[in-house]
């Protein structure tokens, strides 16, 4: 199996513009996780997919950011308009998981975001 | 909600020293923790977790964690710690629904040749 696959792996672009990230988990992997990490705050959550399903959001920064997952094999994390504070490394993670149950998150190689 | 705490942020030692770092958790449920590793450019690696048990877990790369309740900690620790293990570590706690983690703050390690 590749893995956590996210896409791009930098993206530098310029404040206001529309940024979309991109991630396929790892196939038979029913839940999806957006993390976003900065020096200053760590390694935060921003929003939780379980069977494609927005489970928990509460996360997310605020209106400007927004993720779907239109089915199992692929999710997005969008940001518009972005602004220099979003930038960050944004990883993607994905499990197994079922009721009360729990397998290891696997972890994407994550997408480097610079808003100039 | 629960929490968790990593006090060291930055730890500097030389290579065969030994290495302990610190992890203090707030939660009232069931108790599962997990030690990730995050090596220079690369992504989010598990090294160990607790779930129930032997408190002292092992793991890869010669890392164990012990798992004391009466203290609300689980700690990292290595006898004797190389270059190649110069990361950020990363402690964790599951919620009860067992589906989400919280993580620490993270503790970058240095190991110096």
């Known amino acids: 199996d590749a893995g956590v696959i996210q896409s791009p792996r930098h993206e530098v672009t310029e404040m206001g513009q529309e940024v979309t990230l991109r991630c396929k988990p790892i196939?038979?992997?029913?839940?999806l996780f957006w993390y976003r990490q900065t020096m200053m705050r760590g390694l935060e959550l921003l929003i939780y997919?379980?069977?494609?399903?927005?489970?928990?959001d509460s996360g997310m920064p605020e209106d400007r950011f927004s993720a779907k997952m239109p089915n199992a094999s692929f999710s997005t994390l969008k940001i518009q308009p972005s602004e220099p504070r979003d930038s960050a490394v944004y990883f993607c993670?994905?499990?197994?998981?079922?009721?009360?149950?729990?397998?290891?998150?696997?972890f994407g190689p994550g997408t480097r975001l610079t808003v100039l | 909600a629960q929490s968790v705490s990593q006090h060291n942020h930055h730890v500097i030692l030389s290579e065969a020293a030994s290495l302990e770092l610190g992890c203090n958790y707030s939660?009232?449920?069931?108790?599962?923790l997990f030690w990730y590793v995050q090596y220079p450019g690369q992504h989010l690696q598990l090294l160990l977790k607790?779930?129930?048990?032997?408190?002292l877990v092992k793991g890869i790369k010669g890392f164990e964690a012990e798992f004391i309740k009466s203290k609300f900690s689980f700690n990292l620790r290595k006898p004797s710690v190389q270059w190649s293990d110069t990361a950020e570590y990363f402690c964790?706690?599951?919620?009860?629904?067992?589906?989400?983690?919280?993580f620490g703050g993270g503790t970058r390690l240095m190991v110096k040749p």
């Open positions: 993670a994905s499990s197994r998981t079922g009721t009360y149950s729990y397998n290891e998150q696997f």
């Open positions: 196939s038979g992997h029913n839940s």
């Open positions: 997919f379980n069977n494609n399903v927005p489970i928990d």
């Open positions: 939660y009232g449920g069931t108790v599962n």
């Open positions: 607790y779930f129930s048990g032997d408190p």
């Open positions: 964790a706690v599951l919620n009860n629904a067992g589906n989400m983690l919280t």
